[in-house]
């Protein structure tokens, strides 16, 4: 099956600077795929070239087979955008909004007050749109985004500026906009967002690509590291764990060390190793030698991690 | 092309109305002008001088009616400028709706705007200004509708190259209002300094005062095709002008 998004070697500079550098991926039928980065990493200005709000220097780019410059109108009519930093008329009500959208394409739209019930903004219909907190503002922006019964949608920084429960409650919405069939094409500079939405992300930084794949895969390759975190008061633990295989470093905090009077001291262990069968063979050594924990985590990389490596810095320096 | 156009037409009218203060401003000066010039000129120049009399009964209501033009023109030049820093420009431009028919429905809400106004004045007149006036009030809404539709395109061309909304207003003015001295309106064009007359010549609103003082007097439209071909003509330029340079963000 044709991709649904082909973008390919796509330079886009303004003035001296340039904002996106030989960029090639291609989104596949009913995924949601994130572009991830740092603000002015060159991830709005790819998006708004896909949606066919500005036109590469260089490159081709194909969404559902249209040209985004040529077929603008045609790409507009099955697309569905949700733009970083949208605003509306201040006076405008949320029913006219999704009424006046609803009027702007040829081909039968969905029911705008049932977009508006499934959104949670029934009781907002009336209000005006100045008056919308930014979460009910980015939840009308969504259903705009909705209303022509999108095949591709784009949303461009959906969560940036809310709380962690409306964020969390715009993440259930994007993953059923997946699950009727659409695919979606996103941007944040949120790693954990990327990391729970995302089938797969291609992470962006100075207008270039560096890897794409799914997150666990991307964590697997770049960063195999793992960390047990355990406490026990077993004298000969420290001994045992140095022999479990591929174990990078051990290091142990006695947190007892300053009360010599108390023999039973805990002390506390970071293991770190590679691979995922580190905890496995962490477990087995525990469990072989009836060593008593009375605490046991992991510490998995994620993306924050994977781009810290392939970067160098934090995504938030 | 024209999906959306009515919708949005109408949604625009309630936004406008749900602003107390521009919807005041823009109908209400005008009026407040008409009224209040004419209570001073009517009190203070004997009835007998007829240069008086002449303004009270032409140069007046052509001045409204210039006021009118100039209003649309302003707010739609803050409301475009207003719009495209918003993002509000951005975001109707990823729809299939066409930039034209934004702008269409801006000078359509401002079109009918005028014509509001046009009413109210008349309305204010009969009641506050016993001097008979026998305007034909049809022809002469007319051609304040033609003149105010010219004049906004020169309000597009300054709505697309003003850098912020706070500059929108001011520099519409600055630009707009020096137009009405050497439009005729206060003096004939043809008393002007050679500069004057030149600059006078190229400007829209020379042609809009010439045919409405005109009609407004009952001449023919046929004694004035040059003024509205000349509407029409600057309309083409400024519109033609401004899609080339207009910026949607």
């Known amino acids: 099956m044709r991709p649904v998004i082909e973008v390919s070697a796509i330079r886009k500079t303004y003035g001296s600077t340039v904002a996106v550098d030989d960029v090639s991926f291609e989104v596949s039928d009913g995924e949601i795929f994130g572009l991830i980065g740092p603000n002015g990493a060159g991830k709005t200005t790819t998006m708004e070239c896909i949606e066919g709000l500005r036109r590469p220097d260089r490159g081709s780019i194909s969404v559902l087979g249209l040209n985004p410059i040529h077929d603008v109108y045609q790409l507009q009519e099955r697309i569905g955008v949700q733009l970083q930093q949208a605003q509306l008329q201040k006076r405008i009500k949320v029913w006219e909004a999704v009424d006046l959208w609803a009027s702007l394409y040829k081909k039968k739209t969905i029911d705008g007050e049932r977009l508006l019930e499934q959104l ?181 990389p994620n993306l924050e991690d994977v781009f810290l490596k392939l970067t160098g810095h934090s995504i938030r320096d | 092309m024209l999906r959306g156009l009515w919708k949005l037409t109408w949604i625009e009218i309630k936004i406008f109305l749900r602003e107390p203060l521009g919807a005041l401003g823009t109908i209400g000066i005008p009026v407040l002008v008409f009224l209040g010039a004419g209570r001073m000129l009517g009190r203070t120049a004997a009835p007998a001088s007829p240069a008086a009399s002449n303004f009270i009964g032409v140069g007046l209501p052509v001045l409204a009616s210039v006021l009118i033009a100039i209003g649309a023109v302003l707010s739609l030049v803050t409301i475009i400028s207003i719009y495209r820093e918003g993002g509000i420009l951005k975001r109707l431009r990823a729809t299939p709706l066409r930039p034209q028919t934004i702008l269409t429905a801006h000078v359509v809400v401002k079109l009918l705007l005028s014509a509001a106004t046009l009413v109210l004045l008349v309305l204010a007149g009969k009641r506050y200004y016993p001097v008979g006036i026998h305007a034909p009030l049809l022809g002469f809404t007319v051609a304040l509708l033609i003149s105010t539709w010219s004049i906004l395109s020169i309000g597009f061309l300054i709505a697309s ?89």
């Open chain 2, 161 to 249: 190259i003003v850098p912020t909304a706070r500059f929108a207003q001011p520099i519409g003015a600055v630009i707009m209002y020096p137009m009405l001295a050497v439009s005729g309106l206060f003096a004939p064009v043809a008393s002007l300094p050679p500069v004057g007359q030149a600059v006078a010549k190229v400007l829209p609103l020379t042609y809009a005062v010439s045919l409405l003082e005109g009609i407004w007097k009952g001449d023919s439209w046929w004694a004035h095709t040059h003024d509205v071909v000349a509407l029409v003509v600057a309309f083409l330029l400024c519109t033609a002008l401004s899609a080339r340079v207009f910026r949607w963000e």
């Open chain 1, 120 to 300: 949670g903004l029934v009781e907002k219909r009336n209000a005006w749109f100045m008056t919308l907190s930014g979460g009910q503002k980015q939840r009308l922006f969504i259903a705009l985004a909705l209303i022509n019964n999108p095949e591709l949608v784009f949303l461009d920084e959906l969560t940036t500026g809310l709380d962690p429960q409306a964020r969390r409650a715009i993440w259930d919405l994007v993953r059923g906009i997946r699950e009727r069939g659409k695919t979606v094409f996103l941007t944040t500079h949120l790693m954990e967002e990327a990391e729970r939405l995302c089938d797969r992300v291609a992470i962006i930084e100075h207008g270039r690509i560096i890897d794409i794949d799914s997150p666990a895969s991307l964590v697997n390759r770049h960063c195999p590291e793992r960390t047990v975190v355990l406490a026990t008061d077993d004298r000969n633990a420290a001994e045992r764990f140095r022999t479990i295989p591929r174990v990078e470093s051990l290091v142990s905090n006695n947190s007892s060390s300053n009360s010599s009077d108390n023999s039973h001291g805990n002390s506390q262990f970071t293991i770190r190793g590679l691979g995922d069968d580190l905890v496995t063979e962490v477990i087995h050594c525990l469990s072989e030698n009836r060593i008593r924990v009375t605490e046991f985590r992991t510490i998995l």
